[in-house]
């Protein structure tokens, strides 16, 4: 097996272990901070998909890291598609990190004080996660389609 290939491997499998569980969890968050103050079970579950979303979230940088060493090894730098790609990568972690975990912190500290989860800030959420995850479905979609 050559380089490239374990380097594809790897990059694949980070995305999937990396990038799925952190979608999940971040997508589910706003329902079960939104529900927490009346209901005990939803306030655990809301601080297991936040930690869930950090520590995921930081793990993330990962499948980029290896996607670069991947691109490096290939000689896809140049290719239209990777960069496009990478831009796409590069804005929807920056989603993440700007406004998907700080909202999550926020909520949560609210809800943990005592206080209910803001609605505005939930729907901000939501919206905010939508375009982080759907940044994962374009990048996925260029990947796999290389259309330029």
Known sequence: ???TSLLLLAHVVSALVMIGPLTV???AF???VAAAPHDPAALGAA???GRISTTYGSATALVGGIGAVLANEAGWWSALWLQVAVAVFVAGYAILVVSVLPSQRKLLAAVEAGGSADPRLVR???G???AYSLSWVVVLALMVLKPW
């Open 124 to 126: 901000r959420l939501h």
């Open 25 to 27: 969890a971040s997508g």
């Open 1 to 3: 097996m050559s380089l």
């Open 30 to 32: 706003g329902r079960q």
């Open 128 to 130: 905010t996660t939508g």
């Open 47 to 49: 601080r297991e998909l």
